[in-house]
Every structure is written in C-alpha cells, then in structure tokens.
C-alpha cells in the first residue's frame, strides 16, 4: 500500500525558512523512474507545482520559486525534504507532496496535505 | 496567470453530460506533452482521475473520460451525480520553463 505524509510546523514566520518532510511507504525512493513533488495549495487557489526529485537524484524546480526552494531526499529513510527560505504571508497554503513513477508526468498518489501558515 | 486555462466554474443538473477544457500553447499540451486530470474534494487531497490524456486509473468510474487535440486537452463527465460536485485540475509538463510541470487554475463543477 503506497502512501505518503507531510510533516513540518504548523505557523512560521515571516523571513523564516520552512522544512517539510514526505515520509513514504509501500515503494523505495531508489526504484527506477519513481520521483517525488512537492506542490501548494493557498487557500481556495489553484495547485502550483514546486519542485521534483527523481530516484537517480536529479532535481527540478519551479522557475518563479528555484532561488528559494532546495529538495533532498533520504532513501534510507524514505523521506523526502522540502526547504523554502524567505517565508512571506503569500506562501501560507496547504503543501502536499505526490509520486510520480513509471516515466510518467502524473500524480498517481498524494500525501493528505499539510497548512502551513506565515504570520509574525 | 496559470500556464494552462480551465473555466473557472461548470454546472450540470444530475444525469446530465459536461466538460471542462484545459487550454494550454505549443510548448506544453500542443508539444505532444500528455495531459492528466485531478478531483479534489472539498477538504480533500486531489485524486488521479485520468493520465495519459485518455486513461482511467483502477476504480475510477467510466463516466469519467478525457481527450486531447492540439492545444487542448477536455474532461468529459457523463451520468452527473452529486458526488461529482468538486474541482478539477489538468496538468501537464512545459518544456518552455525549464522542465517545468504545470497545473490548470482549476474548475468547479457544480451540480445543480
């Protein structure tokens, strides 16, 4: 059974850097062609893709965002890393992390989501 | 602005047939670049609903099916109930923004 869950704070603030964490269970991040996003949601707006690592460690980023985004996995672990530094107001949203795997550009399954929200 | 255009709102009384479209240029959809569709629930995560342009992931009803042609990809939902009442995202991959994946401003479906 494949699932993935987002860990990290609840409210950080304003210039702060925010560390979220995909824990996944049920396939390895080191299986051939299995990558993992991370994509936000602000409330009531639409999914903006954030940034991709694949299981051979290659990475990509959202263009607008690539100077404050950094992912990292650890196999060993299972978990994938999302840093965003310079937290504004506009970046509170619900973060989810989603697989893709088989060569393929979709989102076959998704983390429950978590809110992260910025205020002093 | 998002890279992909969807309506922003469709009804349909149950029964009935709609569709959403999902416009995009020659640099996502129009490249060749396949086209997948989500359901997301109100409070939920989204849900693959169809990838590949045209195919339905396992438990996922027939009345659900999706197209492409050109620039733009349409999801076509058939027999509409009320638990098909939500938003719905396509999404694609952009080989303008440095390999980016790309999401549509989403549509709700209301059903009347």
């Known amino acids: 059974q494949v699932t993935l869950k987002e860990s990290g704070p609840v409210l950080v603030k304003p210039t702060e850097t925010l560390t979220l964490t995909c824990t996944v269970s049920?396939?390895?991040?080191?299986?051939?062609?299995?990558?993992v996003s991370w994509i936000r949601q602000p409330p009531g707006k639409a999914l903006e893709w954030l940034a991709h690592?694949?299981?051979?460690?290659?990475?990509s980023y959202s263009t607008s965002l690539k100077s404050r985004l950094t992912i990292s996995k650890d196999t060993s672990k299972s978990q994938v890393v999302l840093t965003m530094t310079n937290m504004d107001p506009v970046d509170t949203a619900t973060y989810y992390c989603?697989?893709?795997?088989?060569?393929?550009?979709?989102?076959?399954?998704w983390g429950q989501g978590t809110l992260v929200t910025v205020s002093s | 602005q998002s890279v992909l255009t969807q309506p922003p709102s469709v009804s349909g009384a149950p029964g009935q047939r709609v569709t959403i479209s999902c416009t995009g240029s020659s640099s996502n959809i129009g490249a060749g670049y396949d086209v997948h569709w989500y359901q997301q629930l109100p409070g939920t995560a989204p849900k693959l609903l169809i990838y590949g342009n045209s195919n339905r992931p396992s438990g996922v009803p027939d009345r659900f099916s999706g197209s492409k042609s050109g620039t733009s990809a349409s999801l076509a939902i058939t027999g509409l109930q009320a638990e098909d009442e939500a938003d719905y995202y396509c999404q694609s991959y952009d080989s303008s923004l440095s390999g980016s994946l790309v999401f549509g401003g989403g549509t709700k479906l209301t059903v009347l």
């Open positions: 989603a697989r893709i795997h088989g060569g393929g550009t979709d989102f076959d399954y």
């Open positions: 690592i694949f299981s051979n460690d290659e990475k």
């Open positions: 049920g396939f390895s991040l080191s299986n051939a062609r299995m990558g």
